[in-house]
């Protein structure tokens, strides 16, 4: 009697499947259990993807805010007597590359030796200074150069309280 007892689920094994046993014993069948695997992979996915879009929401937002931060800069800059201009104003640079975006400019000159003059003196007060030539024939002398419009604008300020950097003073946008 055992004996056929096995024999049976033997055989009930072998032409039914697993599949058969485990709906007898309450068990999910494997198309079910692929189908759970299935949805638990299109959760994550979900997920996942939600993740994505925030992040991607939230580096929209820094964007805009970096725009609406430089542009209140530029305003307030000008609100506070300052000026920025674009080398494309003067004439455009003359075989002068820039190493920054932006670069206060303490003084301009149409003499060399004045330019060099005002150079020696920014130099020796500690900043890092320059000469920018522009085609019109124009000589400036920049300091301070960044790629940060905020850290340019505290650097004026702090020069301007300073005495090194004049009131009519500049800062030049390298675009």
Request: glycine residues 6%; charged residues 25%.
């Amino acid at each position: 009697m055992k004996k056929n007892l096995i024999l049976v689920l033997a055989l009930l094994l072998i032409f039914t499947g697993c599949d058969f046993v485990r709906t007898l014993a309450g068990r999910p069948t494997s198309a079910q259990v692929e189908q759970i695997h299935k949805d638990r992979m299109a959760r994550e996915e979900a997920m996942h993807q939600a993740r994505l879009d925030s992040m991607k929401r939230v580096q929209q937002q820094m964007a805009d805010s970096l725009a609406a931060l430089e542009a209140y800069l530029l305003d307030s800059l000008s609100q506070a007597k300052g000026t920025i201009l674009n080398p494309a104003k003067l004439g455009g640079l003359y075989a002068t590359k820039l190493e920054a975006r932006y670069c206060i400019i303490v003084g301009a000159f149409r003499n060399r030796a004045y330019a060099e003059r005002k150079l020696k003196a920014c130099n020796e007060a500690g900043y890092t200074a320059s000469i920018i030539s522009f085609r019109n024939g124009l000589l400036a002398v920049g300091v301070c150069p960044s790629e940060s419009l905020d850290e340019t604008v505290k650097t004026v300020k702090k020069l301007r309280g300073q005495g090194v950097c004049p009131k009519d003073s500049w800062i030049l946008i390298n675009e």
